[in-house]
């Protein structure tokens, strides 16, 4: 071989080796990058352990919360302080005397707010993804009976609350605005009653969000309300915290006021309070009222009797049962008018005699007074409730409709003794929340 060619081939085999090399260097750097980089394999495995390992933490404490709430639905904080000495890579618990309140868990602060809520601080502000909510329409056809109260949310996350104990109707919408319906299912004596959830605050559709706030209202001839809040109303009506003139006041009208407000709703009955056995005067002694749908309207009842009733419907439950307050009343008309009909406010009855099982048994349809799954409260009895007349001999007031009478509409407002019970004409609805 001449020396040229030897030379031409060595030269051949380092430029080979050069491009190796290159080649290699390249391989490694794409490896390099790929291990370690911002979006690298090793990069993102730290990243994903450092998420589990926050979660983890904010699960512990949230678990810890979650025992420790008392029969009156809030946090102990006696029990929550034991909950958390006992839960393994927390330090501070000690400390908790009161909320909020803030520990350290396997090295990340963790901050447990009065409401029960959990937030979780730490390197990087990581934000960990809240957990989605429960939807109406899956535990409405899954029939899910809730062991403890429950937020859950419809398909345009309208929150509903849901107390322990109950479930959702098979019949219930499934949006807020079609008026979503739970059921009582482990209270014995109460088990089948049902209530509606109304709406407080921004309400949510496809295509708009509305606003419904809690208040007192009146309402013009073409329906539109005018909030009244704690003013007097047509000169004489007001919602009092107490009265000496006989009638019963709201169990805790500031206390409703603020959970309504802070649960975004409340409950009201599905149908006027009813009883297993029909009434046929007032000295009939019936204790027990119900709000299923089968069962007989609960009437010849004064107000501080309905009162009585309304109350003792779920005594000692974590939430809390009344008799109607005007607040109560005024607001969901001005949800029904929403999103049901617009002019509801006065709508005359719809039956010309009373139904005393509720018109939700009447055949023909064009009589069954229902807006939003909410039945009779233009039409059949009058109803009493918490508001109270200036009037001292006449300061039980009464609202809605009266069969066969369409002077009389839902926003009505009347007064009468605390001692009438006469008629049939007067009954009364429950009110529930948390």
Same mark, same amino acid.
Request: aromatic share 8%; hydrophobic share 30%.
């Given at each position: 071989?001449?020396?040229?060619?030897?030379?031409?081939?060595?030269?051949?085999?380092?430029? *080979?080796?050069?491009?190796?090399?290159?080649?290699?260097?390249?391989?490694a750097?794409?490896?390099?990058?790929?291990?370690?980089?911002?979006?690298?394999?090793?990069?993102?495995?730290?990243?994903?352990?450092?998420?589990?390992?926050? *979660?983890?933490?904010?699960?512990?404490?949230?678990?810890?919360?979650?025992?420790?709430?008392?029969?009156?639905g809030?946090?102990?904080?006696?029990?929550?302080?034991?909950?958390?000495?006992?839960?393994?890579?927390?330090?501070?618990?000690?400390?908790v005397? @009161?909320?909020?309140?803030?520990?350290?868990?396997?090295?990340?602060?963790?901050?447990?707010?009065?409401?029960?809520?959990?937030?979780?601080?730490?390197?990087?502000?990581?934000?960990?993804?809240?957990?989605?909510?429960?939807?109406?329409?899956?535990?409405?056809?899954?029939?899910?009976?809730?062991?403890?109260?429950?937020?859950?949310?419809?398909?345009?996350?309208?929150?509903?609350?849901?107390?322990?104990?109950?479930?959702?109707?098979?019949?219930?919408?499934?949006?807020?605005?079609?008026?979503?319906?739970?059921?009582?299912?482990?209270?014995?004596?109460?088990?089948g009653s049902?209530?509606?959830?109304?709406?407080?605050?921004?309400?949510?559709?496809?295509?708009?969000?509305?606003?419904?706030?809690?208040?007192?209202?009146?309402?013009?001839?073409?329906?539109?309300?005018?909030?009244?809040?704690?003013?007097t109303?047509e000169?004489?009506?007001?919602?009092?915290?107490?009265?000496?003139?006989?009638?019963?006041?709201?169990?805790?009208?500031?206390?409703?006021?603020?959970?309504?407000?802070?649960?975004?709703?409340?409950?009201?009955?599905?149908?006027? *309070?009813?009883?297993?056995?029909?009434?046929?005067?007032?000295?009939?002694?019936?204790?027990?009222?119900?709000?299923?749908?089968?069962?007989?309207?609960?009437?010849?009842?004064?107000?501080?009797?309905?009162?009585?009733?309304?109350?003792?419907?779920?005594?000692?439950?974590?939430?809390?049962?009344?008799?109607?307050?005007?607040?109560?009343?005024?607001?969901?008309?001005?949800?029904?008018?929403?999103?049901?009909?617009?002019?509801?406010?006065?709508?005359g @009855?719809?039956?010309?005699?009373?139904?005393?099982?509720?018109?939700?048994?009447?055949?023909?349809?064009?009589?069954?007074?229902?807006?939003?799954?909410?039945?009779?409260?233009?039409?059949?009895?009058?109803?009493?409730?918490?508001?109270?007349?200036?009037?001292?001999? $006449?300061?039980?007031?009464?609202?809605?409709?009266?069969?066969?009478r369409?002077?009389?509409?839902?926003? $009505?407002?009347?007064?009468?003794?605390?001692?009438?019970?006469?008629?049939?004409?007067?009954?009364?609805r429950?009110?529930?929340?948390?």
């Amino acid at each position: 071989m001449s020396k040229k060619k030897q030379e031409k081939e060595k030269a051949i085999t380092l430029i *080979a080796l050069v491009i190796t090399i290159i080649v290699l260097l390249i391989l490694a750097g794409i490896s390099i990058a790929t291990l370690t980089g911002e979006n690298g394999v090793l990069t993102k495995a730290n990243t994903a352990k450092t998420n589990t390992d926050r *979660a983890s933490a904010k699960e512990k404490v949230q678990i810890a919360v979650k025992g420790s709430y008392g029969t009156n639905g809030s946090i102990e904080i006696a029990t929550l302080r034991t909950n958390l000495k006992q839960t393994e890579g927390v330090t501070g618990a000690e400390n908790v005397t @009161s909320l909020p309140a803030t520990v350290t868990v396997d090295g990340y602060s963790v901050t447990i707010e009065p409401n029960g809520k959990v937030t979780l601080e730490g390197e990087g502000n990581i934000e960990l993804e809240e957990p989605k909510k429960v939807k109406v329409e899956d535990v409405k056809n899954n029939e899910i009976v809730f062991d403890t109260k429950t937020e859950i949310e419809d398909n345009y996350e309208n929150k509903v609350v849901v107390p322990e104990g109950f479930k959702i109707t098979k019949d219930s919408a499934t949006d807020v605005t079609g008026g979503i319906v739970i059921e009582d299912v482990t209270n014995e004596a109460t088990a089948g009653s049902q209530f509606v959830w109304i709406p407080v605050g921004k309400v949510k559709t496809a295509n708009e969000t509305k606003t419904i706030e809690l208040s007192r209202y009146t309402f013009a001839d073409n329906g539109i309300p005018t909030k009244q809040r704690e003013n007097t109303i047509e000169t004489y009506y007001q919602e009092l915290a107490s009265s000496s003139y006989g009638n019963t006041t709201a169990k805790d009208i500031e206390i409703f006021k603020t959970s309504a407000t802070t649960n975004n709703g409340y409950y009201i009955g599905r149908y006027e *309070a009813r009883s297993e056995t029909q009434r046929t005067s007032k000295n009939q002694a019936l204790e027990q009222v119900t709000v299923k749908p089968n069962d007989y309207i609960y009437n010849y009842v004064t107000q501080p009797k309905a009162a009585t009733l309304a109350r003792g419907m779920y005594a000692s439950s974590n939430f809390t049962s009344d008799l109607m307050n005007s607040y109560a009343w005024d607001t969901a008309i001005v949800f029904i008018q929403n999103f049901g009909q617009a002019n509801y406010s006065k709508q005359g @009855s719809l039956n010309t005699s009373l139904a005393t099982q509720g018109t939700n048994n009447l055949t023909d349809t064009t009589k069954q007074d229902k807006q939003l799954n909410i039945w009779d409260m233009a039409s059949n009895s009058f109803e009493w409730t918490t508001e109270t007349h200036t009037n001292v001999d $006449f300061p039980c007031v009464d609202r809605g409709g009266i069969y066969s009478r369409t002077s009389y509409y839902t926003s $009505f407002r009347n007064h009468f003794s605390a001692t009438n019970a006469d008629s049939y004409d007067f009954s009364f609805r429950v009110a529930l929340y948390l």
